[in-house]
């Protein structure tokens, strides 16, 4: 059951501060994979969702259950170095209680099926055993898009119109 820490999650992702969601990986199988993700008062949504009682929103519970499979399949098909996955829809989304700060969420997604540039991912979130989430995730390997570090494209010329 090898674990990760995140300078090994933020070599297969390309996500940082503030949309990094996964602090650890806890067990990872040619399956399964186990994420970790410590909620604390001080992300920036919590400024605003809500005042008074902050609750993490859904979609970026959504969004840490997508950033711990694409570690899956970036651990599962080396040809997705240099890649980006996307995602491309959310099925069955369930969200059953709130996270707030101080919970530790565990995610745990299941492989479905990954094809060349496709993987379809079954995922629970808990919180110290219970449910608060679950979803069916697909998402969609692309090469990185025009600007980005590492990108093979150059940015289209910009294009001048004529004033008025």
Known sequence: MPSMDVEEITAILPHRYPMLMVDRITEITEEKIVGLKNVTFNEPHFTGHFPGFPVMPGVL????????????????????LGKIMFLASVEEAKFRKPVVPGDQLLIEMRLVRLKTSIAKMQGVATVDGQIVAEATLMCK?????????????????????PAP
């Open 61 to 80: 519970i959504i969004e840490a259950m997508a950033q711990v499979a694409g570690i899956l399949v970036g651990k599962l098909a080396p040809h997705t």
């Open 141 to 161: 390997l692309t090469d990185r898009l025009a600007g980005q570090a590492g990108s093979p494209r150059t940015a289209p010329e910009p294009v001048e119109t």
